[in-house]
């Protein structure tokens, strides 16, 4: 039961490479979402999808794109990384309504030098 | 728009003694509510949830929350703190949204989060 996996686990970037974080969830999960999480400041919400099709922004999307590829994944990408993406990343999946809650996966920790 | 509150960024217990990690929301509508718990290097994992049907929450781990609407909180605590409870606890408000094509979301709005420290 892998529930959300996301690739890769740790990557170090120098500033201006591109990436792109994958995620999969296998839940038949509609909406899937991406957070970066800095200390002192909870989880962010960067983009969500909330059905497959749809790609809206959250609270700081500047800097990063989104692709919902299929119903399953969802990924993530940056552009020409700064150093100020350095955080860690978490993608998320839930049903989509009611009091559901949502699922993670174990993270990406991405440092940009 | 909703907001949750953690107060105390840290906080410090002796293993045996009772857990009390407070949260705060805003929300315009009635809310969902969640905790999560985040052990070191791995995902966030919940711990419970408040759905409507009771006030007093039972998770895993032995924890619990009280949902109070007057006082619009929903404070976590554990009677007894056991040292494999040291942890990251994060507060969540949900809200049901639709996006610019109709279709329903949950919002989720995470605290800042509490790392909380159990001393033998």
């Known amino acids: 039961n892998a529930g959300v996996t996301q690739t890769p686990k740790f990557q170090v970037l120098k500033t201006g490479q591109s990436m792109t974080l994958q995620c999969a969830q296998d839940?038949?999960?509609?909406?899937m979402y991406w957070y970066r999480q800095d200390p002192g400041m909870g989880l962010r919400l960067i983009y969500y999808?909330?059905?497959?099709?749809?790609?809206d922004k959250g609270e700081v999307p500047n800097g990063y794109n989104v692709s919902r590829l299929n119903k399953r994944e969802f990924s993530l990408r940056l552009e020409s990384a700064a150093p100020s993406q350095t955080s860690v990343y978490f993608c998320?999946?839930?049903?989509?309504?009611?009091?559901?809650?949502?699922?993670f996966g174990q993270g990406t920790r991405l440092t940009v030098v | 728009a909703q907001s949750v509150t953690q107060l105390g960024s840290h906080v410090s217990v002796s293993e045996g003694a009772l857990v009390l990690l407070r949260c705060n929301y805003s929300?315009?509508?009635?809310?969902?509510l969640f905790w999560y718990v985040q052990y070191p290097n791995q995902g966030l994992q919940l711990l419970l949830k408040?759905?409507?049907?009771?006030?007093l929450v039972k998770g895993i781990n032995g924890f619990e929350a009280e949902f109070k609407k007057s006082e619009t909180s929903f404070h976590l605590t554990k009677p007894s703190a056991h040292m494999s409870d040291a942890a990251e606890y994060f507060c969540?408000?949900?809200?049901?949204?639709?996006?610019?094509?109709?279709?329903?979301?949950?919002?989720?709005?995470f605290g800042q989060g509490t790392i909380l420290t159990v001393h033998p």
């Open positions: 998320a999946s839930s049903p989509g309504q009611g009091n559901t809650e949502a699922f």
């Open positions: 839940m038949n999960h509609n909406s």
């Open positions: 999808s909330a059905s497959e099709g749809t790609t």
């Open positions: 929300s315009s509508v009635p809310p969902y």
């Open positions: 408040y759905t409507s049907a009771a006030t």
């Open positions: 969540a408000v949900r809200v049901t949204r639709a996006n610019a094509g109709g279709t329903s979301y949950g919002k989720l709005t």
